[in-house]
């Protein structure tokens, strides 16, 4: 059974940091493409950062330059690394992992609050 779980969110003022982790199970993570998505109160989910399972990245605009995604593939963990954060970066954080046959899995979210 896959199984994602998100942990790292939290309350931080604007301009500061926080790293999300993700922990993956089920047998998936080295050959799947892991990314994060957001969704804040009213809004549809948005990406915020891919890594497929060679290392190539790719980052919505909004978060370039403040946000890295990582993966370390002996931990099966993906990890988000978001500094400079700002009010607008509020939102759940999501781990998703998407196989190559297109089998798509998500965490249970973690709250990032920033505030102003």
């Known amino acids: 059974q896959v199984q994602l779980v998100e942990s790292g969110g939290g309350l931080v003022q604007a301009g500061g940091s926080l790293r999300l982790s993700c922990a993956t199970s089920g047998g998936i993570f080295g050959i799947s493409t892991m990314g994060w998505y957001r969704q804040a109160p009213g809004k549809q989910r948005e990406l915020v950062a891919t890594i497929t399972s060679g290392g190539s990245t790719n980052y919505a605009d909004s978060v370039k330059g403040r946000f890295t995604i990582s993966r370390e593939n002996v931990r099966n963990t993906v990890g988000l690394q978001m500094n400079s954060l700002k009010p607008e970066d509020t939102a759940v954080y999501y781990c998703?992992?998407?196989?190559?046959?297109?089998?798509?899995?998500w965490g249970q979210g973690t709250q990032v609050t920033v505030s102003s």
């Open positions: 998703n992992a998407r196989h190559p046959f297109g089998a798509l899995y």
